[in-house]
């Protein structure tokens, strides 16, 4: 079966800002203490999904989905500490999507 890359569906974000979340998320479960590429990264989600008049609960369910799927997050041994990272994370997002 082709992979159909044909336009994207209404409301659904690019690929190329779901994936530079990923990364930075995924550094970010490494490093906690860095959040430049992050937030900014989140920056950049958070504006398309304003602009897709994407729901802000839709994309936190996005963000939370991507922060589990992580390895580094699954295989973490303090799953606390990994709690408490994420919700940072949240709140930096919902920062930047209510961002004037």
């Not at 602009?51 to 992580?70: G, Q």
Request: hydrophobic share 45%; glycine share 0%; proline share 8%.
């Amino acid at each position: 079966m082709e992979h159909d890359s044909g336009p994207m569906p209404p409301n659904e974000l690019a690929h190329e800002a779901v994936d530079a979340v990923r990364c930075a998320l995924e550094e970010h479960a490494r490093h906690p203490e860095s959040v430049a590429e992050l937030r900014s990264a989140l920056h950049e989600l958070a504006r398309e999904a304003r602009f897709l008049a994407m729901p802000p609960e839709e994309l936190l369910l996005l963000l939370k989905r991507t922060w589990t799927s992580l390895p580094d997050v699954a295989n973490a041994p303090d799953q606390l500490t990994q709690t408490r990272v994420l919700q940072s994370v949240v709140t930096m997002c919902i920062k930047e999507y209510f961002a004037a």
